[in-house]
T-cell receptor
Framework: AQKITQTQPGMFVQEKEAVTLDCTYDTSDPSYGLFWYKQPSSGEMIFLIYQGSYDQQNATEGRYSLNFQKARKSANLVISASQLGDSAMYFCAMRETTSGTYKYIFGTGTRLKVLA | EAGVAQSPRYKIIEKRQSVAFWCNPISGHATLYWYQQILGQGPKLLIQFQNNGVVDDSQLPKDRFSAERLKGVDSTLKIQPAKLEDSAVYLC??????????????FGSGTRLTVV
């Protein structure tokens, strides 16, 4: 069975500093994808970054990077130079391939608060 | 491209009443997902469609929830009769599967249901 674990219910970070949000996963599927989504108070889910299980390099998207440690089954999100607008819920998700389509499972989320 | 459209944005009903939510995915996206997100939790998959066929409805409470995607485009999720514990945000998402696998889902803005 798949499992996504986010152990940090809430995090604080000072504006302009970097922050790491933790995510560990468990799967027996050799081919999988890992995603991070941001959910601001407005409620919409915004895709941030993707890491494939066979990717050799860590994914980066602007101020977001994914610290992928396959052997430890972790996929931590690093946000550099935090901004006040980064305050939101952040969800880690894993994708497996089932019956020729994708199925996603989400973690419980981490609420990030950026302090001025 | 236009995003995933959902309506209504908010709904308040009394327990034992029925309610229906509508979702129109991004044009050309074959896969459509309905998620339930209870306050403080991550999204939980209720049902996944590939075109007009059901791929996964293992977590759909079939005694009260139903969903359809008759023409393989838009979809309706219905709850009848509603219970207090159905209060949640219902998120619709779509994806084009393999062609844009690394871009994740596109979510709609969700429908916030309150059962009183």
């Amino acid at each position: 069975a798949q499992k996504i674990t986010q152990t940090q219910p809430g995090m604080f970070v000072q504006e302009k500093e970097a922050v790491t949000l933790d995510c560990t996963y468990d799967t027996s599927d050799p081919s999988y994808g890992l995603f991070w989504y941001k959910q601001p108070s407005s409620g919409e889910m915004i895709f941030l970054i993707y890491q494939g299980s066979y990717d050799q390099q860590n994914a980066t998207e602007g101020r977001y990077s994914l610290n992928f440690q396959k052997a430890r089954k972790s996929a931590n999100l690093v946000i550099s130079a935090s901004q006040l607008g980064d305050s939101a819920m952040y969800f880690c998700a894993m994708r497996e391939t089932t019956s020729g389509t994708y199925k996603y499972i989400f973690g419980t989320g981490t609420r990030l608060k950026v302090l001025a | 491209e236009a995003g995933v459209a959902q309506s209504p944005r908010y709904k308040i009903i009394e327990k034992r009443q029925s309610v229906a939510f509508w979702c129109n995915p991004i044009s050309g996206h074959a896969t459509l997902y309905w998620y339930q997100q209870i306050l403080g939790q991550g999204p939980k998959l209720l049902i996944q469609f590939q075109n007009n066929g059901v791929v996964d409805d293992s977590q759909l409470p079939k005694d009260r929830f139903s969903a359809e995607r008759l023409k393989g485009v838009d979809s309706t999720l219905k709850i009848q009769p509603a219970k207090l514990e159905d209060s949640a945000v219902y998120l619709c998402a779509s994806s084009s599967d393999f062609s844009r696998a690394n871009y994740g889902y596109t979510f709609g803005s969700g429908t916030r249901l309150t059962v009183v």
